[in-house]
C-alpha cells in the first residue's frame, strides 16, 4: 500500500450541495464538470487558487463531458436539453463556446470526440422506445451526419473511440451490451460489427488497448472482453466478477487504461473508511490485479463518493473529484 498526500484542494464556494462530476484531463491540468453547470479549468500546481476558466453552460443539467483535443483545451459538454457544444478554453468566456451541434433534443448522456477524425459523438437516453447514436463531421453542418437508432435498446451510456482507429467506436448502455462499431458503414443493420454482452447495465466501458476492452456495469461488475478472438457468444475472457467483493471496496469510479500501455488502473472507494484505492491492473500471461503496489488516498472525499480520477505520471500527482465540491491533488510523500 502506497499513501498519497492531499497537497492541494478547491472546493466550489456555493452554499447549496454540488458535485463535481467528472474531471477531464488536459495536457495543461485538469478540467471539471460540476452540478452548478460549470465547465471550469485548473492549474494543476495551485487549485486552491480557483478555476483559471470558469464558464456557464446551458445543457439544461450537464451530463457529460469530453476531450476533443487534450493538448489544445477543446471539450465536448452536454446535457439533459440535448444540445452538444464545443469549447475552446484558451479563449476569452464570451467566445469560448465555439460550436453547438443541434438536431436533438433528447437528453444526451454520454459523448466520444475523435479530432483526427473531426467527428463528435453522443448518446442519448431511452425516449419513445429509442436510444440514439448520433455522430456528427463538425467540418459540415451542426446536423448530424450519422444517426444511429438500433444499436442499443436502452439509454446510452458509455461512447470511446478505437485508440488507433477513428473509425471503431465502442457503445455501452443500460441492456446490458458492449458493441463495437464501424462509423464508415451507414447501414444501420451492417455497422455493428461485435457484440459482448455483460448481462447488467453499463456503466462504464472503453478499449484497453487496440484488442481488448473493459466493462464495468452499475452493479460494480468487471469483465474484459477480446475484439480479435472469436469466443462464443462474445464471452468475456477475464470475468471478475462483483468488484465489492474482490477488493472489498463500496463502489468502482472507474478504469483508466495507462497511457503506456501497460495496463490500466481501477479506482475503487469505501464510504465508511473514507478512503479511495487505485489499484494497477497488469497485463502478463492474463490480467491480474497487483495487490501489492495499491495507491492510496487516505481521507479522500470524506465519506462522499469520488465521482472521478485521473493521473498525471510525469508529474507524479493524481487528480481526484467528488460529490462533496471538491477537487483535490495528490503526491507521493517527499
Not at 1 to 25: A, H, Q, S
Not at 66 to 77: R, W
Not at 301 to 313: A, G, K, M
Not at 318 to 334: L, T
Request: hydrophobic residues 35%.
Amino acid at each position: 500500500m502506497y499513501p498519497l498526500t492531499c497537497v492541494d484542494g478547491y472546493k466550489i464556494p456555493v452554499r447549496e450541495e454540488v458535485y463535481v462530476l467528472d474531471i477531464i484531463p488536459f495536457a495543461s491540468g485538469p478540467g471539471t464538470i460540476s452540478s452548478d453547470q460549470k465547465l471550469s479549468l485548473f492549474n494543476p500546481t495551485n487549485l486552491s487558487v480557483g478555476p483559471l476558466v470558469n464558464l456557464v453552460t446551458q445543457h439544461g443539467n450537464i451530463t457529460c463531458a469530453k476531450a476533443f483535443d487534450v493538448g489544445n483545451n477543446i471539450v465536448c459538454t452536454a446535457g439533459e436539453n440535448g444540445s452538444v457544444s464545443m469549447w475552446d478554453l484558451r479563449k476569452d468566456a464570451r467566445q469560448a463556446e465555439v460550436a453547438k451541434l443541434t438536431d436533438n433534443q433528447v437528453p444526451v448522456l454520454s459523448l466520444a470526440c475523435s479530432s483526427a477524425g473531426f467527428t463528435v459523438v453522443a448518446g442519448t437516453e431511452l425516449q419513445d422506445h429509442q436510444a440514439s447514436i448520433l455522430v456528427w463531421d463538425i467540418r459540415s453542418t451542426p446536423t448530424p451526419k450519422l444517426h444511429y437508432k438500433e444499436v442499443h435498446s436502452d439509454d446510452v451510456t458509455e461512447l470511446n473511440f478505437h485508440p488507433s482507429d477513428y473509425n471503431i467506436l465502442l457503445s455501452g448502455s443500460t441492456d446490458g451490451l458492449v458493441n463495437i462499431c464501424d462509423t464508415r458503414i451507414t447501414d444501420e443493420d451492417e455497422v455493428v460489427i461485435q457484440t459482448f454482452n455483460h448481462d447488467a447495465s453499463i456503466h462504464h466501458a472503453a478499449f484497453l488497448n487496440d484488442t481488448e476492452v473493459f466493462a464495468l456495469s452499475h452493479d460494480e461488475k468487471l469483465a474484459l472482453y477480446d475484439v480479435a478472438e472469436s469466443h462464443e457468444n462474445g464471452a468475456a475472457t477475464t470475468n471478475f466478477g462483483d468488484m465489492r467483493e474482490v477488493l472489498g471496496c463500496q463502489y468502482v469510479a472507474n478504469v483508466s487504461a495507462k497511457s503506456n500501455g501497460a495496463g490500466a488502473v481501477i479506482g475503487a472507494g469505501t464510504h465508511d473508511r473514507e478512503t479511495f484505492d487505485m489499484i494497477h491492473l497488469t497485463k502478463g500471461q492474463g490480467w491480474q490485479l497487483d495487490r501489492e503496489s495499491i495507491v492510496s488516498l487516505p481521507g479522500a472525499h470524506s465519506s462522499e463518493i469520488v465521482r472521478s480520477f485521473c493521473f498525471y505520471d510525469e508529474a507524479q500527482m493524481v487528480f481526484s473529484a467528488g460529490e462533496d465540491g471538491y477537487i483535490k491533488a495528490w503526491k507521493p510523500n517527499a
